[in-house]
């Protein structure tokens, strides 16, 4: 059997429950546009929009 694979090495599956409309975000950790690392937990209290590509480095 093929092992799973996952678009990036910051998501897992099997580890990220699903939010619902109002649920508070988990922590967690991903490199900026620099390289640098920087937590969600950077921005708590101050107005934050996080933009992504659903299909980004997809084949689809």
Do not use: C, H, I
Not at 11 to 25: C, E, I, Q, S
Request: no cysteine; net charge neutral; glycine share 6%.
């Amino acid at each position: 059997m093929a092992p799973t694979v996952y678009p990036s090495p910051f998501f897992r599956k099997d580890t990220m429950p699903l939010l619902n409309v109002g649920d508070t975000a988990p922590d967690f950790e991903v490199p900026n546009q620099d390289g640098k690392l920087v937590n969600l937990s950077q921005f708590r209290g101050k107005l934050l929009v996080l933009w992504w590509y659903p299909k980004a480095d997809t084949p689809g």
